[in-house]
């Protein structure tokens, strides 16, 4: 990363934007140039409140040019609420961009999974992924209709995208998860069908998260997930952060959801030890 | 002269026993890491001082996650001793920390008595500057607290460590205790060079919608600016019952605080929590604390250790 070395990577920048998707989710524009210069998909930053410790948001998308960064935020507590809160013209002391992002790499389709505010890391994956002309598939699912973000959007973002929800309603009755595994079986012509270089990539509740995982293992298809942990410093040195995932003896090990991920291979996660996660 | 030629004049040495540091401002264990996430964003040898995260004789993995929870000016952490252990710390992470340009302290931690001696023992030959002994853990099921806060087990295991090494033995004081300074002077009779206080103040965080503690360990260490005038009173405690060095620490967020911490009696100070929040501060420290010096009229740091005076009893 070219930082200039006694600079830091502590940032003072200021909400551009904010615009409320429901009255608990908000996209927040931030003017922040040195983020938005070397930010990339699945990476996020780190974000001050009142609160004692800052909260980590995952980057929606960035513009370089403009020198802005697209935050999503979901209201989750005290330190949410006051940043979904936060007017334009506000100042917020940001960190970032931070962590390991997903990886477009040898890429030559990429289907992504995102489930609710699962979506947003997963916009920034798919808008590189087109700037890389890579053929894309989105499967979006929502609790129900009334609750799609960013609807039209997500439409133009992908080569192909289907919205599912349990309610029914959308494109796919039934979770993310399954809408996945119909598209993968849909034909020969399907997502990861033919390519041999194709690549799933997830975001959003760990049940999902874990599904997804499993159809990806069971169809040979790479697989990356990004995960949330409790977090206090985002930038690796307090280990607060772990991640269960299983070494080469196949024993538990814990990562830094901020550092090694938030971003892991999903054959690494040790499942069974993330239920009951955020 | 403006403010920055004036607190460039001011003298920011100090020692600590035998060892002589650039600055009053040693990074605190667990808080830091080995230093390398982020070596590349700021200059490190603008520290006095840089701990290792705690370690043990075999790599461990530490506890299952949350580790973490916020309070109110504060966190709780139960992190568990995650590290890599001693003989892949000396092999893979010493030798980049040596090239900082920082003191380096290692942060050394033990289930049992001879463990600790074990741990000494092994880093005696290197280039490490100060052995620190946590006795002070709270957050792992055997050992570090249950000798931290037993007089007689603080001297006996000061005492095995004094036997292999010649490196400072600092002696890192829970203040899970009634009566601190009994703790320190323990450490004294067994031979440490300095004692370092306070470590974590054992605590629960609660979530009322699961009814369950948020912590996977149930309970963790508290610390952040919460704990700081528990710290102060015990600092001060200490430099009033003991004549070994004192290095203080305990919700240290800027420059006021940690002369604060000389004033009760600390001859050095550590940042830990802090740098979680705002990791350049610890950076801005030492140049921070030189200024307000000289507004003060002082021209060394070391001038500010056990200043304060106590109102007398009426």
Known sequence: MPVLKGKGFVYQATIAEKILLDPQTALLTLDAPAVARTASPGQFVQLSTSRFLRRPISILSADRARGTVELGIRAAGTGTEELIGMAAGTAVSVIGPLGRGFSLENTGELIAVGGGIGLFPVIFALEDAKRLSIKTTLIAGFRSEAQTLLPERLRNLADRSVFSSDAGGLDFHGNAAEALSSELSASAESPGGNSGRAKIITCGPVPLLRAVAAIAAGRGIPCDVSLESRMACGIGVCLGCAVPVLDRAGEIAYERCCYEGPVFDASRVAWRNMAGLV | ?314
């Open chain 2, 1 to 314: 002269m403006n403010d920055h030629e004036r607190s460039s004049s001011v003298d920011g040495t100090v020692r600590v026993g035998d060892l002589t540091f650039d600055n009053p401002v040693i990074a605190a264990s667990g808080t830091f890491g080995f230093g390398g996430e982020l070596a590349p964003y700021y200059d490190l040898s603008v520290l006095g001082g840089i701990c290792t995260k705690g370690l043990t004789l075999r790599p461990r993995a530490g506890n299952p996650p949350p580790r973490v929870a916020e309070t109110a000016s504060g966190m709780l952490n139960a992190v568990g001793l995650q590290n890599p252990g001693i003989e892949s710390f000396l092999e893979k992470e010493l030798p980049r920390m040596l090239s900082y340009g920082s003191r380096i302290i290692a942060n050394i931690a033990g289930q049992e008595l001879c463990e600790y001696a074990e741990l000494a023992r092994l880093l005696d030959q290197t280039e490490v500057d100060a052995v620190e002994l946590n006795l002070s853990c709270p957050n792992v099921s055997a050992g570090c607290l249950a000798i931290g806060s037993e007089p007689h087990l603080i001297e006996e295991v000061t005492a095995a460590c004094r036997e292999v090494t010649d490196k400072p033995l600092w002696v890192k004081l829970t203040p899970n205790v009634t009566h601190i300074a009994l703790c320190a002077q323990a450490a004294e009779r067994g031979g440490a060079d300095a004692v370092v206080l306070i470590n974590t103040l054992l605590g629960l965080a609660v979530d009322l919608a699961t009814e369950r503690p948020i912590l996977r360990n149930n309970t963790g260490g508290l610390s952040g600016p919460a704990i700081k005038p528990v710290a102060l009173r015990m600092v001060k405690e200490v430099y009033d019952h003991t004549d070994i060095p004192i290095v203080g620490l305990g919700g240290i967020a800027r420059a006021e605080d940690a002369l604060e911490f000389m004033l009760c009696g600390a001859s050095a100070v550590q940042v830990g929590t802090a740098s979680l929040v705002d990791p350049g501060m610890i950076f801005r420290l030492p140049g921070e604390m030189a200024e307000i010096a000289s507004q003060y009229g002082y021209s060394r740091l070391a001038e500010f250790t056990g200043r304060l005076q106590f109102w007398e009893r009426t």
